[in-house]
């Protein structure tokens, strides 16, 4: 049934100024040079919460990296993550990988054009699924993400909270409707481009919009009191001393868990900090934890690193090894082969220190 709110929409207005403006104003983007689906793929998941700008290096240098579904699904994991150093968000690069070799082991090596194979792939969630489908086979599936929910919320005059999961299930339900049958990667796409170029969060650009003779937040001037949006939860915060832990000429690292944030990434040892703890507590807790006896000498200096739902609060001390027994989760490396490590943007920006 139509959603209520598009029963005296001119629908196909809006297509038309949406899809003929998008095609004479869109940017040139690498992703965009052909719509193979791997492609498209990669360009998707890179783009989740990452701008386009900081995506567009990372996505050249992957392609040529692994420039096929065969290529990434036979990588070594510590390859791929070393080509995504610094975009963040790594298991986004860990479930790329793991699919596309599902990919090549039940489909040929063809990413698959059937929205429920496509949709049980990991990592693909309902709006990197309607933009594949969209862009690679314009098949006319809707791809909402906060940008486009913006847009609609003030296209529409849609005041839900696009904070809440039923919301984000009404405007997919709302495109479903909207999205033109002949031109969907256009219409998706025009989606997206008008929300990062003119629709934009702050003081959006209505004089110049191709669309402002449909929008309905024009038209009654509250077009920046839209999208309703709840507020998020206040970060959680930690603190950690880290050690720049040194033996001889060479340096000491870590691996991350397996599981969990920044799985299987590469670190300086870090040492949680409960309340007031001072270096011989932090020694102790060391010793316990790796069996190493190390003296943590003075302090290199401070970091903060946010994360989506995390805050850390880095104190960086330099540190001698006085005892290393064989634990393996350690790791002593030279500056050159450091360098051949993914380590998160946090432990990158910290090699300053060393
Ligand atoms: Fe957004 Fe303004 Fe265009 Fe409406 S007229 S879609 S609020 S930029």
Known sequence: MKDETLRYFDNSGFQEKLISWYQA????LPWRQNQDPYRVWVSEI???Q?????????????????????????????????AWEGLGYYSRARNLQTAVREVVAEYDGKVPKNKNE?????????????????IAFGQPEPAVDGNVMRVLSRVLRISDNIAEAKVKKRFEAIVSEMISKDDPSSFNQGLMELGALVCTPKAPLCLFCPVNAYCRAFSEGIQEQLPVKSKAKKPKRVTYLVLLLKKGKEVIIEQRSEQG????LWQFPMIPMKGEMDAAQAEKWFEAEYGWSIQIGKEAGELKHVFTHLVWDLKIFEADVLYASDDTRLKSVNEIEISEYPFPVSHQKMMKFL
């Open 50 to 82: 990452t701008k386009v700008d900081t995506v567009k290096p990372y996505f050249e240098r992957f392609m040529e990296k692994f420039p096929t579904v065969h290529a990434l699904a036979e990588a070594d994991e510590q390859a791929v993550l070393k």
């Open 118 to 134: 496509l949709g049980k792939l990991k990592g693909i969630g309902p709006y990197t699924k309607g933009a594949i489908l969209s």
């Open 46 to 48: 890179m783009l989740q």
């Open 261 to 264: 944030l920044l799985a299987n």
């Open 25 to 28: 104003n869109k940017r040139d």
